[in-house]
C-alpha cells in the first residue's frame, strides 16, 4: 500500500529566530484605524481608513463613502446623531407647544409657513426671538458701560489736543448716565435712525440679507445639520469679523451658496468661515477650547484644514480665501506658527492663478472676487509682519486698481444691518472702510519693508524719512471720508482705522525718542505721547460705547499693548499720586478686557494670565473684584501643551531691546516659573500673584524669574 502522506523534511539547519519572529509580527500588525468607511464595514474588511477613498475601495473599484468625521470613532458619530436628532424632536415638541398655546391667527401663519416648506427649527426660532423681544422690552438694557476702578476719563488724556474727546460718540454717551436704567422701548424715541450708532452698543445689531434667512448652509457642511444654527455662525461672521477681514466678496459668495454654484463658494471656504465665527456664538461657554474634539468650532477648523489639503493640487478662489481665514483663526487660537503655513501656501496659490494681476479677458464677477481677495490679503500680510517685526512677504500692492471713492460701495459690496426696533436698515460703509485700509496698508507695508529688511533684524530709517512717512499718512489721515473722520466714527471697523493709525505712529517714531533727535518739522517725544493718549482713548471710548465682551479679533492685539505699556509706565510714577491711579485704572480695564475677550479666543485668556502676573499684589486684589477668574480647573496646562506662537507681546516697536519678547517666550517663563513653585511645595495654580517686578521677561540674558 503506497504512502498517502507527505514526507516530512529534514530541520532547517538555521532555523527562525523567536527575536525575529516576533519583529516581523510586530511589524505587521495592523494600525487601527478610528472608523472604516461603510463599504468595508458591510464586506467586514480591514479598511485603511484614507479619505476621500481607502485603499481598499480603490483596488476593488467601490464606492467609497464614510459616515463618521476624520477624527471620530463610530460610537462618536452615533452620539453626534443622537444630539442633532435630540436637537430636531425638541424642536416639534417647541412648534407643538407653540401650536397649542397661541391665538387662532398665529397659529394659522405657523402653518401657512409650514406649508410652504420653511424648516420646523426656523419657525420656532423666529417666535421665540419674537418673545424675547417683548421680554427685552420690559426690562433695562445696559447702553453704555463704565469703567472699573475710577469711572472718569483720565485727565492726562485732556491735556493734549484729542479729537476723540470732542467727537460725537463721546458727547452722546455723556447724555446717558451709567446708572440710569434704559429700556428697549426707548429707541422709538430717537427720531433720526442714523443716530443709533452712537447710542447703541454694535452688538445689538441684526444682520439684514434676505438670502441668509432661506439659504441650506447644512448643504456646504458635514460637521453639522442644523441650518439655523449655522445660520447664525454666518451672521455673527458678516457682523462682527468680516468688516475688517473681508476675504472674499459677500455677495458673490452668498449668491453662489444660495445657488449651490461652487465658483465663488465652496464646502472648504464655508468651513474655515464657520470655525471662525465659532468664537463668537456667546452661547457656547467653552468656545475658545479649540483643542477639544467636543468642540464645534474644532470640527469646523479640522474639517477646513482636511478640505485645504485635498484642494492644493488644485486651487481655485476659494481655496486660497479659506487659507486666509484658517491662518487668522489659528492666530487667534495662540498656533501662529501653524497658521504662517496657510499663509505660505495660500500665497503660492494666488501667484499660481495671477490673482493679484488682472487680464483683459477677466469677467466683471471675477474683477470684483479677485480684486477683494488680492487686496484682503495683502491688507492681512502687511499687517501681520508689521506686528511681528519681519519682511513684507508681498512687497508690492496688487497690481489691480482700487475703486474711486464713489464706486467702493457698488465695487466691494455694503453690508446693512438694523437695530433693535429699528425702522431703517443702517450700512456699515464696507467700501469706503476697505478702501481706507487698502490705503493705509501699503503705506505701512512700505515702512515694514524699511525697517526689516530681515526677520527680527531692526534697521532705523532717518529721522527725515520718519517724518516724510508721516505726512503721507497725515495727508491719508484728513482724506478720510466724512463718516471715518475722527468727529463722526462710531461703529468698532471705523474706529480701528484709527486706532491703527496711532500704533502706526508710534511704531515709526518711538525708536528716536531715546536718541535725543531733534528736527524743526516734528518732535518724536511728542508724536508718540499724542498718540499714546488717542490710542487709549479710542480704546476707552469704544469700551464706553460697545463693550468688551463681544468677539473682536483686533481688541486681542490692542489689549496687550496698551497693557504692557501702562505696565511699564507704572513703574516711573510715584504710587499713590493722581498719575499712577490714572494708570492703574488703564492696568485693570485692559485685564477685564483681556479676560472677556479670553472668552472668545484663548490666545487672549493666555496674556491675560501673563499680565496678570505682571501686577502687584494690590492690583492683582483689585482685579479680584472686578473679574470673575476661574481658579484650579487646569485651564493654564493647556497654555504650556496648546500654544505656539511667535507674536511679540507689548511691543509697539523694537526701539528699546532685542530680547525675545514672544509668546512663546512668556510660555517658556511661565512653565519654568510653575516648575520652581511646584519644587518649593507651592500649587501650579496662582489666586494671587506673588509679584517679583518686573514679572514678565524683558531682556535675554538673566533668568525671567530674577528681579
Not at 435630540?86 to 398665529?106: H, N, T, V, W, Y
Request: proline fraction near 6%; include cysteine.
Amino acid at each position: 500500500m503506497s504512502n498517502l502522506l507527505r514526507p516530512l523534511l529534514p530541520n532547517s539547519p538555521n532555523p527562525p529566530r523567536t527575536e525575529a519572529l516576533s519583529q516581523a509580527q510586530h511589524r505587521a500588525k495592523r494600525v487601527a484605524t478610528a472608523a472604516a468607511c461603510e463599504a468595508c464595514r458591510k464586506r467586514k474588511s480591514k479598511c485603511s481608513a484614507e479619505r476621500p477613498r481607502c485603499s481598499v475601495c480603490v483596488e476593488r473599484q467601490t464606492p467609497c463613502e464614510y459616515t463618521t468625521l476624520p477624527t471620530e470613532t463610530h460610537l462618536r458619530a452615533q452620539k453626534r446623531k443622537l444630539t442633532d436628532l435630540e436637537i430636531k424632536c425638541q424642536a416639534f415638541e417647541d412648534l407643538f407647544g407653540i401650536l397649542r398655546s397661541r391665538p387662532d391667527e398665529e397659529t394659522a401663519q405657523i402653518l401657512q409657513r409650514l406649508r410652504t416648506g420653511e424648516d420646523v427649527q426656523t419657525i420656532v426660532k423666529v417666535v421665540q426671538d419674537g418673545d424675547l423681544l417683548l421680554q427685552l422690552a420690559l426690562k433695562p438694557l445696559r447702553f453704555r458701560y463704565e469703567f472699573p476702578y475710577i469711572r472718569e476719563m483720565p485727565l492726562h488724556l485732556k491735556e493734549r489736543h484729542n479729537p476723540y474727546l470732542q467727537s460725537t460718540l463721546y458727547e452722546k454717551m455723556g447724555t446717558v448716565l451709567p446708572q440710569t436704567p434704559v429700556y428697549l422701548e426707548t429707541l422709538l424715541d430717537i427720531e433720526e435712525e442714523s443716530h443709533k450708532i452712537y447710542l447703541v452698543p454694535y452688538h445689538t445689531v441684526e444682520l439684514v440679507d434676505s438670502r441668509i434667512s432661506s439659504m441650506n448652509v447644512s448643504n456646504w457642511t458635514k460637521v453639522s445639520s442644523d441650518n439655523p444654527m449655522l445660520r447664525v455662525f454666518l451672521q455673527i461672521y458678516l457682523v462682527f469679523e468680516f468688516p475688517f477681514h473681508p476675504y472674499f466678496h459677500k455677495d458673490l459668495f452668498l449668491e453662489d451658496m444660495l445657488s449651490g454654484s461652487t465658483r465663488f463658494c465652496s464646502p472648504l471656504l464655508v468651513n474655515a468661515v464657520l470655525s471662525a465665527a465659532w468664537h463668537g456664538y456667546s452661547k457656547m461657554k467653552n468656545r475658545a477650547e479649540f483643542w477639544s474634539p467636543d468642540n464645534l468650532g474644532y470640527r469646523f477648523l479640522a474639517e477646513a484644514r482636511r478640505l485645504f489639503e485635498l484642494e492644493q493640487a488644485n486651487p481655485s478662489i476659494t481655496t486660497i480665501q479659506a487659507g486666509a481665514i484658517i491662518n487668522l483663526t489659528c492666530n487667534l487660537n495662540g498656533i501662529d506658527e501653524i497658521g504662517w503655513i496657510y499663509t505660505y501656501r495660500s500665497l503660492e496659490m494666488a501667484r499660481d492663478i495671477s490673482l493679484f494681476s488682472p487680464s483683459p479677458d477677466e469677467t466683471r464677477e471675477w474683477q470684483l472676487a479677485a480684486g477683494t481677495t488680492a487686496w484682503c490679503f495683502f491688507n492681512s500680510q502687511a499687517l501681520a509682519t508689521f506686528h511681528t517685526f519681519q519682511p513684507p512677504i508681498i512687497k508690492d500692492p496688487p497690481a489691480r486698481p482700487l475703486p474711486d471713492i464713489d464706486d467702493a460701495a457698488a465695487y466691494f459690496g455694503e453690508i446693512w444691518v438694523k437695530y433693535p426696533l429699528g425702522r431703517e436698515l443702517i450700512p456699515l460703509l464696507n467700501g469706503p472702510v476697505f478702501r481706507a485700509i487698502s490705503q493705509f496698508r501699503v503705506i505701512m507695508n512700505e515702512i515694514t519693508a524699511v525697517s526689516f529688511s530681515q526677520p527680527k533684524t531692526f534697521k532705523r530709517m532717518s529721522l527725515s524719512a520718519a517724518i516724510g512717512c508721516r505726512s503721507r499718512l497725515l495727508a491719508w489721515y484728513e482724506d478720510l471720508p466724512e463718516p471715518l473722520q475722527a468727529q463722526n466714527i462710531a461703529l468698532p471697523s471705523h474706529m480701528k482705522i484709527h486706532i491703527y493709525y496711532h500704533i502706526l505712529l508710534i511704531s515709526l517714531f518711538e525708536p528716536f525718542m531715546q536718541m535725543g533727535y531733534i528736527h524743526a518739522e516734528a518732535d518724536p517725544s511728542t508724536i508718540v505721547n499724542h498718540s499714546k493718549a488717542c490710542f487709549e482713548t479710542l480704546l476707552r471710548v469704544y469700551y464706553l460705547r460697545h463693550g468688551f465682551e463681544s468677539a473682536d479679533v483686533t481688541l486681542v492685539q490692542f489689549l496687550h499693548l496698551l497693557g504692557f505699556s501702562a505696565l511699564k509706565d507704572i513703574a516711573s510714577v510715584e504710587k499713590g499720586s493722581a498719575t499712577y491711579e490714572a494708570i492703574r485704572s488703564t492696568l485693570l480695564l485692559c485685564a477685564k478686557g483681556m479676560w472677556e475677550q479670553g472668552q472668545n479666543y484663548y490666545v487672549s485668556e493666555v496674556m491675560f494670565r501673563l499680565f496678570r502676573q505682571s501686577l502687584s499684589v494690590d492690583d492683582a486684589q483689585l482685579l479680584r473684584d472686578i473679574v470673575e477668574i476661574e481658579e484650579g480647573d487646569g485651564r493654564t496646562d493647556h497654555m504650556i501643551h496648546e500654544i505656539r506662537s511667535r507674536w511679540p507681546i507689548g511691543r509697539f516697536s523694537m526701539a528699546d531691546e532685542n530680547g525675545d519678547r514672544t509668546l512663546n517666550h512668556f510660555i517658556h517663563w511661565w512653565e519654568q516659573h510653575m516648575q520652581e513653585r511646584a519644587q518649593n511645595g507651592a500649587g501650579t495654580e496662582l489666586d494671587v500673584p506673588i509679584v517679583t517686578s518686573p514679572r514678565y521677561p524683558q531682556r535675554s540674558g538673566p533668568s525671567p524669574t530674577q528681579g
